[in-house]
């Protein structure tokens, strides 16, 4: 069975430090896929980045970036510079893509970000 | 592109009514869409899976009778909450994917307060 762990249940940092929220994961299946979501207060579900395990660049979208290491199951997501507009909870999660699975996603428990001003 | 709304963003009720909540794939065909269900403070578990012009597929634990959906095109599922009570009350997501390894897109959400 597939497994999303989020070790990091809450984290506070004040603006324009970086911070990095981990995210380790378990899984049977060589093919899967690696999301994270950012939900802030209003509770939308905003879809950050998705990843497939064959690809293992890591990449950067302006201050997001994200590492993907297959070795140690970890796909980690790190803010530079961060901002109180990244102040929401961030979710990681995992797709297999296994025959019956239906692509479905198993989400971590989420991190808490707060950014002070 | 890719935009998921859920309608209502919020409700509250008599416990015993029946509450329908709706999902709609605005500018893509929805091959498959998904029913989370969100406590506060906690992750999103999915309750059901749903494929358009077929039965909804449930999760282990969630009660088929209390929570009905149906995906009757491929831009509309509805969830409907049956005789619910103040333990339904919950933060209710829709998800919808317009192919199958394709990312699923959310839903704004909806509130569910049964007093």
């Known amino acids: 069975a597939q497994k999303v762990t989020q070790a990091q249940t809450e984290i506070s940092v004040v603006e324009k430090e970086d911070v990095t929220l981990d995210c380790v994961y378990e899984?049977?299946?060589?093919?899967?896929?690696l999301f994270w979501y950012k939900q802030p207060p209003s509770g939308e579900l905003v879809f950050l980045i998705r990843r497939n395990s064959f690809d293992e660049q890591n990449e950067i979208s302006g201050r997001y970036s994200w590492n993907f290491q297959k070795s140690t199951s970890s796909f980690n997501f790190t803010i530079t510079a961060s901002q109180v507009v990244d102040s929401a909870v961030y979710f990681c999660a995992l797709s297999e893509a296994s025959g019956g699975s239906n692509y479905k996603l198993t989400f971590g428990k989420g991190t808490l970000l707060t950014v002070n001003p | 592109g890719a935009v998921v709304s859920q309608h209502p963003s919020w409700v509250i009720c008599k416990s015993g009514t029946s509450v329908k909540i709706e999902c709609r794939s605005l500018d893509f065909q929805a091959t498959t869409m998904f029913w989370y269900r969100q406590f506060p403070k906690q992750s999103l578990m999915l309750m059901a899976t749903?494929?358009?012009?077929?039965?909804?597929?449930?999760e282990q634990g969630v009660e088929k009778d209390k929570f009905l959906i149906n995906h009757a095109s491929l831009t509309l599922s509805t969830l409907t909450v049956t005789s619910a009570h103040p333990e339904d009350s919950s933060f209710y997501i829709c998800?919808?994917?317009?192919?199958?390894?394709?990312?699923?897109?959310f839903g704004d959400g909806t509130r569910l307060s049964i007093l």
């Open positions: 998800s919808a994917r317009g192919t199958l390894r394709g990312p699923q897109h």
């Open positions: 749903s494929n358009e012009g077929s039965k909804a597929t449930y």
């Open positions: 899984t049977r299946d060589t093919t899967y896929y």
